[in-house]
């Protein structure tokens, strides 16, 4: 994996088109934290005020986005991504999507909360069920 990202790297590919982190990890070493965002407007995955915002977001809880894999996705393949990757907590931004999954949080994208303040109280208290279930 890293001698194909760094060829990648070498090509001029941006990094949020491949991933740096290790997708096959075996059951009993989940991702800790997976962000999902549906579609690609003002995506968190490169940088710009919607990405500083999550990083914001993710200190506010004591989480570092270094620990968390970002992933910006169809709406159609949330529930594969996600059967296929497993994580302790998933947060999906941008969605309307309905779970009954436990450790599955929808909230908010930060582009959202960018254009709308009013935004922010109901994306505080989603982030604060978030830190729960990572300790």
């Excluded at 088109?17 to 995955?45: A, T």
């Excluded at 909360?113 to 989603?126: A, F, G, V």
Aim: charged residues 25%; neutral net charge.
């Amino acid at each position: 994996m890293q001698l194909r990202n760094k060829y990648l790297e070498a090509l001029g590919i941006p990094d949020f088109l491949y991933s740096k982190i290790e997708l096959n990890k075996s059951p009993e070493e989940p991702i800790k934290l997976l962000i999902i965002e549906v579609g690609d407007q003002d995506s968190f995955c490169l940088k710009g005020e919607s990405q500083n915002l999550l990083i914001k977001m993710l200190e506010s809880i004591g989480f570092s986005i270094k620990n968390a894999q970002l992933v910006s996705l169809e709406k159609n393949l949330i529930d594969e991504y996600i059967k296929n990757n497993p994580s302790e907590v998933v947060m999906v931004m941008g969605s309307s999507n309905e779970s009954n999954k436990s450790a599955l949080f929808l909230m908010h994208h930060p582009r959202d909360i960018l254009k709308n303040p009013t935004l922010k109280r109901e994306s505080w208290e989603i982030l604060k069920k978030v830190k729960q279930c990572l300790k």
